[in-house]
């Protein structure tokens, strides 16, 4: 059985740029950085890791047919972390020159979220636990 998350990998064009924008706009710790890949750390210890591995790269360790280098993609994964105070934090960001795709709001069970883009189009979500009530 599978008992934990190790790395989320992403198949990027410009590591160094992806890897700087990482570090420099949220703040992960860049552990490891080449030509090629870049390993990024955040949150408490035993998180997953955040690998940056060029398409030439992946595609090699993949396949081709899999991560088809020649074509562009449409990224259609979505990446969630949790915060405790979406505006202040979106604020932050944006103060930072992170892109968003929409402005905080709450949805109908009470999350509030909002939502960014990395260099490469990766989706992330910032999301707010309801308040409770009672």
Same mark, same amino acid.
């Given at each position: ?9 992403? !198949? ?6 992806? !890897? +700087?924008? @990482?570090? $420099? ?5 860049? $552990?490891?950085?080449? +030509?090629?890949?870049? @390993? ?5 210890? #035993?998180? *997953? ?6 398409? *030439? ?7 081709? /047919?899999?991560?088809? *280098?020649?074509?562009?993609?449409v ?8 915060? %405790?105070?979406?505006? /202040? ?6 103060r ?6 929409? %402005?905080p709001?709450? %949805?109908? $069970? #009470? ?6 883009? $990395?260099p490469? #189009? @990766? ?6 636990? *309801?308040?409770?009530?009672?």
């Amino acid at each position: 059985m599978i008992d934990h998350l190790n790395a989320i990998v992403l !198949a990027v064009e410009d590591v160094k740029e992806c !890897a +700087e924008f @990482y570090r $420099d706009k949220l703040g992960f710790h860049l $552990d490891e950085i080449h +030509e090629e890949e870049a @390993y990024l750390t955040f949150g408490p210890q #035993g998180t *997953p890791v955040l690998a940056l591995k060029s398409v *030439p790269l992946a595609a090699k360790e993949v396949s081709q /047919s899999v991560i088809r *280098p020649g074509e562009e993609s449409v990224k259609r994964a979505q990446l969630v972390v949790f915060v %405790k105070d979406v505006d /202040s934090e979106h604020d932050d960001l944006v103060r930072k020159g992170v892109r968003f795709v929409n %402005k905080p709001s709450t %949805k109908e $069970d #009470g999350w509030r979220t909002a939502h960014f883009v $990395d260099p490469e #189009g @990766y989706l992330w979500e910032i999301s707010q636990r *309801p308040k409770r009530t009672g």
